[in-house]
């Protein structure tokens, strides 16, 4: 007789595995599917500083391990596999995957989002060849080089702070006249001397031999394009929510998160959302992790009424 947890979660982040702690501590059993390692896109992020409690900060890897041992400790399991179908209609949800079925009475999706790409020819070849979408990870390998980095939100400031402290020159290219950033940005990236503006302009074309080269640079005002030589690009404009497998089955707003409120329940009985996936005002680890300890109180709540 196959195992029926009581809690399956899909995604080892920051909410999935608070989730996962708050659940199994409650005695339920959980399970939460990873499909690469503890932290999620957090594990890729060098320093974090606004989390609560560590007044050093802390990097994203150890704080996902952290976070997976705090669930662990009270019962909660991991299991590494890719999730290829859901079927979240019924009592008794399964979850496809190629290391088997798993079946739970409720199911917290905590896929995340993934960072948005440019859509360019060659982009997708070039990945990890001079394309990047993580400079905490890869901005190490341009010591002493010049990179280009597109965007224009908090991320892309952070990001180009972060090349900038170990390129010679950081090219940011922002296709509005203003960036998007917060103000507390505004001073350390203006004292930074190696960051020059590329604004109104748009990437239009990627240079490359056998790896990236530079850019063609297109001015959304004039229209007149520019070729740029360049070691690196990291690309920093958003991310896109790991949704493709909810997409016939759960409610979605515009922009392709999951509809679900302050309670985390998506339309489906027994079934939440938390994390970044979810439609919310504020995508950050510490709204993650007050998503994970909700979706558990609400499960709590629904397995007591509900027979399975």
């Not at 290391?99 to 982009?123: Q, W």
């Not at 900038?164 to 509005?176: G, P, T, Y």
Request: net charge negative; with cysteine; aromatic share 8%.
């Amino acid at each position: 007789m196959n195992q029926i947890y009581d809690v399956l979660v899909l995604g080892g982040g920051p909410a999935g595995y608070t989730a996962a702690l708050y659940a199994s501590r409650a005695g339920l059993q959980t399970l939460v599917v990873e499909r690469l390692a503890a932290g999620g896109q957090m594990a890729l992020t060098h320093q974090i500083d606004n989390y609560p409690g560590f007044e050093e900060g802390i990097d994203g890897f150890t704080l996902g391990t952290k976070m997976q041992q705090g669930a662990e400790r009270f019962g909660a399991q991991t299991v590494y596999a890719e999730v290829a179908a859901v079927k979240l209609d019924e009592p008794v949800k399964e979850v496809h995957t190629d290391s088997g079925i798993f079946y739970g009475k409720t199911v917290v999706i905590a896929t995340g989002a993934n960072p948005r790409k440019l859509g360019l020819p060659m982009e997708q070849e070039l990945t990890g060849r001079g394309v990047h979408y993580c400079a905490a990870c890869d901005g190490m390998f341009y010591r002493g080089k010049t990179v280009v980095l597109v965007g224009g939100g908090n991320s892309a400031v952070a990001d180009a702070l972060v090349l900038s402290r170990v390129a010679k020159k950081v090219i940011l290219v922002h296709r509005r006249d203003k960036l998007r950033a917060s103000k507390i940005y505004e001073e350390p990236l203006h004292q930074a001397q190696n960051i020059e503006f590329r604004w109104n302009c748009e990437v239009s074309q990627l240079r490359h031999s056998q790896r990236f080269e530079g850019i063609v640079l297109r001015n959304r005002l004039t229209g007149e394009e520019e070729s740029l030589s360049a070691d690196g690009l990291f690309v920093s404009i958003g991310r896109e929510p790991a949704t493709e497998l909810f997409q016939e089955i759960l409610e979605l707003d515009e922009n392709g998160y999951l509809v679900a409120g302050e309670s985390t329940a998506t339309n489906l009985p027994g079934v939440f959302a938390v994390g970044d996936v979810r439609t919310k005002a504020v995508r950050q680890i510490v709204t993650a992790t007050a998503d994970g300890a909700v979706a558990a109180h609400q499960i709590e709540e629904y397995l007591a009424v509900t027979v399975a």
